[in-house]
């Protein structure tokens, strides 16, 4: 049985959700964190060397979790059934889906916000779904950067330098992300927007 690592901000997966890890081979978090990373560098190329109908769709969602965590977890691309310590109640998952597509579309028509704040926006809302039981944060990021990307807008740099870290491991970029969420959750988008772009 893997010792899982508990992050600031991540999902703990309960016993249900640790049984679906594929590979027989796994034992530790660090041989966990590589296979996931090597599916998600897979997941990413599929993402954004081909043109992809209709990205703000539950159809796509799904296909694209698939791609980033399926060599990895049986449960990939299927929504959660169990709440979690964020996000929407799980029945609520395709309703609250929906009405963040649907906005989405509308902001980017009637161009509501500039890109910088379109995309901080989407990504927040869709963290604070959480649709599946675990890589949300990761999946987020992804989305949103194909977004940009498919209106030809520069893809985030998520605080990404070398000298920050990984958003992904425990230090300050995570810090300063897990924060920018927090203050989102408030409708103050400031430091959000300020660190997609740091």
Request: no cysteine.
């Amino acid at each position: 049985m893997i010792q899982f690592q508990n992050i600031p901000g991540a999902t703990p997966l309960d016993p249900n959700e640790i049984e679906g890890l594929t590979p027989s081979d796994i034992s530790t978090q660090q041989q966990l964190n590589q296979a996931e990373q090597q599916n998600i560098i897979r997941g990413e190329v599929w993402a954004f060397e081909r043109n992809h109908k209709d990205i703000l769709s539950e159809v796509f969602l799904k296909r694209l979790h698939v791609k980033m965590f399926g060599d990895v977890w049986r449960w990939a691309g299927k929504f959660r059934k169990t709440n979690k310590n964020i996000g929407v109640d799980w029945h609520q998952l395709p309703t609250e889906l929906r009405k963040l597509f649907d906005d989405s579309k509308f902001w980017i028509e009637n161009e509501t916000y500039e890109w910088l704040e379109l995309g901080a926006r989407f990504h927040h809302r869709l963290v604070s779904i959480h649709p599946f039981p675990n890589g949300n944060g990761r999946l987020s990021r992804m989305m949103t950067d194909l977004v940009l990307h498919q209106h030809k807008q520069n893809r985030f740099t998520w605080g990404n330098r070398p000298d920050s870290g990984k958003i992904d491991s425990v230090g300050p970029l995570r810090e300063r992300y897990i924060t920018a969420l927090r203050e989102a959750d408030q409708r103050k988008f400031k430091a959000l927007m300020t660190f997609v772009v740091s």
